[in-house]
């Protein structure tokens, strides 16, 4: 089944940018389904970041990234994802995952989203 793979974090300083990637590897989901990046920072529940339909490109975020982060797809052939992150603050440290949701509507729950990446780590240094 596919797998997904994130990479691109790191450490950067509060104001700075970074940009994940996420990439499926052993096969894709099909035609129809969604993608999308949540987060866990230390000692707190994983989140939602933003999510895209991969047919349309429509796209939902985070009330707290909203204007900062921009969720695309880099190549919609083998969907690949990127997160573009801008004007980062220090509350946005965390492990980054990448997730994909084959069926059903786009949404910001956790439990919907049927496959998961192992994460990337960001660090934003005040």
């Known amino acids: 089944q596919p797998q997904l793979v994130e990479s691109g974090g790191g450490l950067v300083q509060a104001g700075g940018s970074l940009r994940l990637s996420c990439a499926a590897s052993?096969?894709?989901?099909?035609?129809?389904?969604?993608m999308g990046w949540f987060r866990q920072a230390p000692g707190q529940e994983r989140e939602f970041v933003a999510a895209?339909?991969?047919?349309?490109?429509?796209?939902?975020y985070a009330d707290s990234v909203k204007g900062r982060f921009t969720i695309s797809r880099d190549n919609p052939k083998d969907s690949t994802l990127s997160l573009q992150m801008d004007s980062l603050k220090t509350e946005d440290t965390a492990v980054y995952y990448c997730?994909?949701?084959?069926?059903?509507?786009?949404?910001?729950?956790?439990?919907?989203?049927?496959?998961w990446g192992r994460g990337t780590r960001v660090t934003v240094s005040s």
């Open positions: 895209i339909t991969w047919s349309d490109g429509d796209t939902i």
């Open positions: 052993r096969g894709t989901f099909g035609t129809t389904y969604n």
């Open positions: 997730a994909a949701q084959i069926l059903g509507s786009l949404t910001i729950t956790e439990s919907a989203y049927d496959y």
